[in-house]
């Protein structure tokens, strides 16, 4: 059960980032794919998950309308967009996934390893 991540960066605010994980073993035989990120010395937080029938969701009080969820079910892939980023956006991305359908919350049962993305104001 693998789920490989990769992408993070250092960016200035404004700037832009496409994170990718990579499912393999049971992991990628899962319902839903998703991230979670987790700030320093916050809670984590869900960013965004996407599901077999292709329900994606993603927060809508942080993230609305600058990240995109999408995945390549041929490649086992999924992909976090990150545009018009801000200083808040520093965390530690990790990718998850799920057997049962996850649009929101962190109770996830796989997790990556997760990739560091930090915004320079």
């Known amino acids: 059960v693998q789920l490989q991540a990769s992408g993070g960066g250092l960016v200035q605010a404004g700037g832009s980032l496409r994170l990718a994980c990579t499912f393999s073993g049971r992991s990628g035989l899962t319902y839903t794919w998703g991230w979670v990120r987790q700030a320093p010395g916050k809670e984590r937080e869900f960013v965004a998950a996407?599901?077999?029938?292709?329900?994606?969701?993603t927060n809508q009080r942080s993230v609305k309308d600058r990240f995109t969820i999408s995945r390549d079910n041929a490649k086992n892939t999924l992909y976090l967009q990150m545009n018009n980023l801000k200083p808040e956006d520093t965390a530690v991305y990790y990718c998850v996934s799920d057997p049962g359908i996850r649009t929101a919350g962190t109770k996830f049962t796989y997790w990556g390893q997760g990739t560091q993305v930090t915004v320079s104001s």
């Open positions: 996407d599901t077999l029938t292709g329900l994606r969701t």
